[in-house]
Structure formats: structure tokens, C-alpha cells
């Protein structure tokens, strides 16, 4: 029994995989349902909707298939990006008010003096990262998706409407991009690269970390070659670096590698002891001189105390 011609204002295009297996894709004009005010993303009568597309079609899959009836423009599948066709208008519109802009430019500057130039600083450039060996593969959707086909012009869609879908027409297929158990298989060798290429990424990866850490350690520093480096004392630091240093001027100590790396100072204060002057007055000096004169007396008698025992622990005793 073979299955009806239209359906519900579909028609019904059938594709075979195969002898045995056979797949049904539903397809109809696309009908805008835009409110008064709204733009159309999509053009009127040479848009298709299709319905129950294979979950493992491509572009080039649809166009292959649609050959026959005309020219595709585009195809866009619903379930990768509803907004495909805004976002390239947005931007043929921002490349086209560019150029403008350069025309209008180029006729303002013919008639005046152009500036000198100044020279251009040349900056390091980043390491480049080598990418994965990599194996083009099919994008595996949901069942049961959807798809807008953009033709050409207005008759492919005529075409595709009046010829007669009987007959199953093949899937087409791509040695590239394989399918079914061959595209898990190159999913597992692409998941397993050899190690040297696995080495050689991770280190260009290290690599470009590195100078980019580097790159925001420099940005993030207060401090700029060629200018006076202050501490919080106020000394003028001098940067290791050429015959004088990297400042002018001279100063008192030399910058350690810590300070060049991050901008940062030491960290330790000095502790500065507070001295009372005890000899300001006239009653302090009185005082002074008296402590120095009991402890004389003192030291005295502990040194007379000391004798008289040296004397005592004597074993011969003249008198």
C-alpha cells in the first residue's frame, strides 16, 4: 500500500536509506505568521518547511536532495539557530554602512594635508596554539526536526510541488562525512589523537597562557619603564637593567625581583624607638650623677665583699 500524497497541507516526499529501510520527509510552503509591524525572516514564495528531517542531515545532504528542482540558497535547521537569517542581515547591513563611512572619508581626506605618520610600535605576538587532528563528522540531531530551505526563486518551490513523489528518491551520501556505525567509529579515533600531536597542543597551550599571564602582569602594574619607581620612604628605587639603570637619577637601593614582577614593596616597617632625653634639665643631671655615685659605692662594696672571701678561702695564713 503505498502511502498518500499529501497530508494535513504537507506533502509527503519519501528518501530511502537503503532497499529495506524507507524515510518519509513532510514538506509545504512556509506561511509567515508575523504580527502587523513585524519583519519577516524568512522570504515569501520560495521558502520550503520541512518536517522529519533525518537526524544526521547536513546542508550539503538537503541541497543534494532538492537539486533536481532548482538552485538552494540556504538551508537552516530549526533546532541549531531560529535566528540565523536576522543575525546575517544584521550583519550585511553593519559591512555596508562601513563602507560608507571609508568612501566618505576618502573624499574628506583628498582634499586636505594628510598627517605625518608616527611610528608604529610592533608588539609580541602571541604563541600559536596547534589545534587537534580532527575528522569532519556529522552533527547528530533530534528526531524529528525541522528545516527551512531557501530557493533561489519563486518556481523550484512550483517544481517541487508538481512533480510526483512516488517513488523513493536515494538519500545522498558523502564518503567525508560518513554515517551510521562508520561515523562512531571515526568519533572514537577522533577522540583518541596520537600523543604527539596531544603533546605539541598542550604545549603551545602553556605557552600562550604564559604570555598572556605575563601580558596582564605588565598591564596590571602601577609602575612603567623609564619613570622614577618611589617607595612609601620616599627613596627612589633604581631597576636592575642597562649601564645606569632603568631610572635617572641615581638612588639609594636596588629594586629586588619580587618588585619587578608584581610592583609591590617590602612589606616589613621600620620600628623607630622613641628616646627620652634624660639630660634636659638641671634636676636630671642632679639625679644622674647621684645614681652614678651610689652605684659606684655599691660596686664597691660588692668588690671588698669578693676579696675578703678570696682572703678567707686561703689554706696558708701567715698572721
Not at 503505498?2 to 519519501?14: A, E, H, K, Y
Not at 580532527?134 to 531557501?150: E, F, N, W
Amino acid at each position: 500500500m503505498s502511502p498518500p500524497s499529501t497530508i494535513s497541507g504537507f506533502t509527503v516526499i519519501p528518501i530511502s536509506y537503503s532497499k529495506s529501510s524507507t524515510h518519509y520527509i513532510y514538506a509545504r510552503a512556509h506561511i509567515s505568521n508575523k504580527k502587523p509591524g513585524q519583519k519577516n525572516s524568512w522570504p515569501a514564495g520560495r521558502t520550503l518547511f520541512a518536517v522529519n528531517v533525518p537526524p544526521d542531515a547536513t546542508e550539503r545532504d538537503m541541497i543534494l536532495l532538492l537539486k533536481p528542482y532548482g538552485i538552494v540558497e540556504r538551508v537552516v535547521f530549526d533546532s541549531d539557530n531560529l535566528y540565523l537569517l536576522e543575525e546575517k542581515e544584521a550583519e550585511e547591513e553593519d559591512e555596508d554602512s562601513d563602507g560608507g563611512d571609508v568612501e566618505e572619508e576618502n573624499v574628506v581626506g583628498n582634499g586636505e594635508t594628510q598627517p605625518r605618520k608616527r611610528r608604529k610600535v610592533v608588539a609580541a605576538e602571541p604563541p600559536k596554539v596547534f589545534e587537534l587532528p580532527s575528522i569532519p563528522l556529522r552533527k547528530l540531531r533530534k528526531t524529528g526536526q525541522s528545516a527551512h530551505v531557501v530557493f533561489l526563486d519563486e518556481s523550484s518551490l512550483d517544481r517541487l510541488f508538481a512533480a510526483s513523489h512516488t517513488k523513493p528518491r536515494p538519500w545522498p551520501t558523502s564518503s567525508e562525512e560518513p554515517s551510521g556505525l562508520a561515523h562512531y567509529l571515526a568519533l572514537y579515533d577522533s577522540l583518541r589523537p596520537p600523543l604527539d600531536a596531544v603533546r605539541q597542543h598542550a604545549d603551545s597551550s602553556m605557552d600562550l597562557y604564559e604570555f598572556e599571564l605575563a601580558k596582564s602582569k605588565r598591564q596590571a602594574s602601577k609602575y612603567k619603564k623609564g619613570e622614577a619607581i618611589v617607595d612609601e620612604d620616599g627613596f627612589t628605587l633604581v631597576t636592575r637593567g642597562g649601564a645606569y639603570g632603568q631610572t635617572v637619577g641615581g638612588g639609594v637601593a636596588v629594586a629586588t625581583k619580587r618588585f619587578q614582577e608584581t610592583g609591590e614593596t617590602s612589606e616589613r616597617k621600620r620600628k623607630r624607638s622613641k628616646k627620652e632625653k634624660t639630660s634636659f634639665y638641671a634636676f636630671q643631671k642632679a639625679e644622674k650623677q647621684r645614681n652614678e655615685l651610689l652605684q659606684m659605692k655599691k660596686n664597691w662594696e660588692l668588690d671588698k665583699a669578693k676579696v675578703e672571701k678570696l682572703k678567707a678561702s686561703r689554706k696558708f695564713k701567715p698572721y
